[in-house]
């Protein structure tokens, strides 16, 4: 689940000033060079309702809410701080896996407490709302799905105090009708250039022919467009401090270019490597070598594997045809040898999940 908290320093505002909260609140930036030079940091609701929101000018702001009583505000990052410290400290009580991103936004992977049940997903999101309200009283806003991509949308689909859940069977219906800004990676410039291809709504952009998207787009984002319109996201709730990819590094006894040489070395390396995984729970889906050769050159390749994988066999036998191929492509002897893995799943879990995500959507 992604928790988004609402109109988060103007909420902040209110709880410090009660008699306010009716009145438009705006938070604002200023830089000083005159009276109402800089930008509005945020707004609540009720000033939102005169189009008053982050990154507008503090003199448009003043024009839009001309004959209304209006409060502003100075920003005070510290207390904010403070407040988000808090209440992240609160939601991380609720999580597996913790994820803080930004000041007042966090995802919490909660698969394996609820059982992968969207229902107790959605209890517990309503208790977490209601420990937030009562400690801290603030409001927040859930989104529940089975990736962080769908999390983040369904967040922001209803607010202020919204819970939305998206099931894994829903993804399609509930991305279809949305605006592509909706979607990572499209900024103002994107949709305007989507908009001259005819490109609106999500659903418009899975009609569109993924070559053509290439095309316009590039490989890389094209490709982006296309999972996240399937609603397709891989990407791991985040521990803080908990490492993106584990690795090992060894000096050669001598500079060889005789792969079994380097093999002998680069295996126990592996398994050094795989028993740190081991260890962590972790599966990997990304293999990478290194090689650092007599003229102090570096050279690596990489693989990306089909499916997660957590077996030393795997990870020996990629070593071994990336280290076939470097070897095969270069003269140079090799001095020093490396071996990472990267882009992990959380071990079993995932197998449970999927499992799980079918059952629900049958039902
Ligand atoms: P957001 O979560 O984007 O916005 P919000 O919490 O004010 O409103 P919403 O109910 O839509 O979630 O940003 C969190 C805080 O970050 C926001 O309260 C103020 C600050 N902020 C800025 O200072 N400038 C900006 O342009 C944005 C978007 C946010
Ligand atoms: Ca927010």
Redesign the pocket.
């Known amino acids: 689940m992604l928790v988004?908290?609402?109109?988060?320093?103007?909420?902040i505002e209110e709880k410090r000033n009660p008699s306010i909260k009716d009145k438009p609140v705006v938070?604002c930036?200023y830089s000083g060079r005159s009276q109402d030079s800089g930008?509005v940091?945020?707004?609540n609701?009720v000033a939102r309702r005169y189009g008053v929101k982050?990154?507008i000018p503090i003199a448009l702001a003043k024009s839009k809410l001309e004959n209304v009583e209006a409060v502003f505000l100075p920003?005070d990052h510290r207390l904010?701080e403070e407040v988000s410290e808090k209440t992240m400290t609160v939601l991380r009580g609720y999580a597996d896996y913790f994820e803080q991103v930004?000041?007042?936004?966090a995802y919490l992977d909660v698969s394996r407490r609820v059982n992968c049940s969207f229902e107790q997903a959605a209890e517990l999101a309503r208790r977490v709302k209601n420990d937030i309200r009562s400690q801290h009283e603030l409001t927040c806003?859930i989104g529940i799905g089975p990736n962080k991509l769908v999390a983040k949308i369904a967040a922001d689909a209803q607010?202020?105090d919204g819970l939305t859940v998206v099931k894994p069977a829903q993804v399609e219906s509930f991305l279809v009708p949305l605006s592509v800004d909706r979607l990572i990676g499209v900024g103002v410039k994107t949709k305007e250039k989507m908009e001259t291809i005819g490109i609106r709504t999500i659903g418009d952009l899975a009609k569109y022919d993924l070559w053509r998207l290439t095309e316009v787009f590039g490989r890389k984002l094209g490709t982006h467009f296309h999972n996240a319109l399937m609603g397709i996201d891989d990407k791991l709730v985040q521990e803080r401090g908990e490492a993106e990819s584990i690795s090992r590094i060894a000096t050669l006894k001598e500079d060889t270019r005789d792969l079994k040489t380097i093999l002998d070395r680069t295996d126990r390396l592996c398994e050094e490597v795989h028993e740190d995984v081991r260890q962590r729970g972790l599966s990997f889906k990304s293999v990478g070598i290194i090689a650092i050769s007599t003229d102090m050159s570096i050279r690596s390749r990489s693989k990306t594997l089909d499916n997660p994988a957590n077996k030393s066999e795997v990870l020996k036998r990629t070593v071994e045809g990336l280290f076939g191929k470097l070897v095969s492509e270069s003269e140079l002897k090799v001095r020093r040898v490396g071996v990472k893995v990267s882009n992990f799943a959380r071990e079993q879990k995932t197998q449970k999940q999927i499992t799980s995500f079918l059952g629900d959507s049958e039902s």
């Open positions: 988004d908290f609402d109109y988060f320093f103007a909420q938070v930036v930008a940091s945020t707004a609701y982050s990154g920003v904010y930004g000041i007042d936004e806003s607010k202020p």
